[in-house]
C-alpha cells in the first residue's frame, strides 16, 4: 500500500516567486491536511481538506491557499514568497480525519526562499 | 484556542534508564496522537488515544491518557539509542469538525550508551 507522496522534496525559490507543493494521499483517504514547520515555530496547522472542500484553516496569511481533486490529490501555493516562509511542509493524510482515523504523513517538502 | 505544552524539552538519558515525557493541553481534545521524528525526517504515527485512561504499549514505550487532567504521557522503559529522536504529542480539538492537530514543541530524546 503506498504512502503520502509529497513533490518535490526539496525546492528553492527567489522572495517574491510564487511555488506550488504537491500532495498525492495514501489510496481511499480523503482528508488531506498540510502543515508547516520551522525551528522557531515548530509544527503549525494550515489547513485541511476533505471531499474537495477546505473544512478547516489554521492562521496563515491569504498568500497560503489550497484545493483538493476530484481524486482526493492536494496542492498547496504559496504566492509573493517571503524569506520566512522557508521551512518543512508536511502533508497529512486520513480516511475522513474524524474518529479514530490516524493521519499519516508524507516525507514533506522542504522549501528555501532566498 | 487550544494550547500544547510538552516537558521536558530537551531530555539526554542513559541507556537502560527509565523517563517520562509529559504533555498538556488547555481544553477538550477528543482524541490525541504521538508520534517520533528523526532530523530530516517526517513524522511517524507511534500511538492514537481515543479515550480517557486510554494506555497503549509498543516495545519500550508506553503512551497514556487521562482526559479529566487533560494530560497524556509517554513512558520511556529501558531506553537504547534507537529511540533518539524528537517526540510530538498532538491533540485534536472537539471544537473543530475534521481533522486539525495541535503539536506540542517536541521533546528531543538523545540516549547515550
Request: glycine letters at 8%; one cysteine or more.
Amino acid at each position: 500500500k503506498a504512502g503520502v507522496t509529497q513533490t518535490p522534496r526539496y525546492l528553492i525559490k527567489t522572495r517574491g516567486q510564487q511555488v506550488t507543493l504537491s500532495c498525492s494521499p495514501i489510496s481511499g483517504h480523503r482528508s488531506v491536511s498540510w502543515y508547516q514547520q520551522t525551528p522557531g515555530q515548530g509544527l503549525q496547522f494550515l489547513f485541511e481538506y476533505f471531499s474537495e472542500t477546505q473544512r478547516n484553516k489554521g492562521n496563515f496569511p491569504g498568500r497560503f491557499s489550497g484545493r483538493q481533486f476530484s481524486n482526493s490529490r492536494s496542492e498547496m501555493n504559496v504566492s509573493t514568497l517571503e524569506l520566512g516562509d522557508s521551512a518543512l511542509y508536511l502533508c497529512a493524510s486520513s480516511l475522513n480525519g474524524v474518529g479514530n482515523t490516524e493521519a499519516f504523513f508524507g516525507q514533506g517538502t522542504r522549501l528555501t526562499v532566498v | 484556542e487550544l494550547k500544547v505544552e510538552q516537558n521536558p524539552l530537551f531530555l539526554s538519558m542513559q541507556e537502560g534508564k527509565n523517563y517520562t515525557i509529559y504533555c498538556n493541553y488547555s481544553t477538550t481534545s477528543d482524541r490525541l496522537y504521538w508520534y517520533r521524528q528523526d532530523p530530516g525526517k517526517s513524522l511517524e504515527s507511534l500511538f492514537v488515544l481515543l479515550s480517557n485512561g486510554a494506555v497503549k504499549q509498543e516495545g519500550r514505550l508506553m503512551a497514556s491518557l487521562d482526559t479529566k487532567a487533560r494530560l497524556s504521557t509517554l513512558h520511556i522503559t529501558a531506553a537504547v539509542h534507537d529511540l533518539s529522536a524528537t517526540y510530538f504529542c498532538a491533540p485534536s480539538s472537539k471544537e473543530t469538525s475534521g481533522s486539525r492537530l495541535t503539536f506540542g514543541e517536541g521533546t528531543q530524546l538523545t540516549v547515550n550508551p
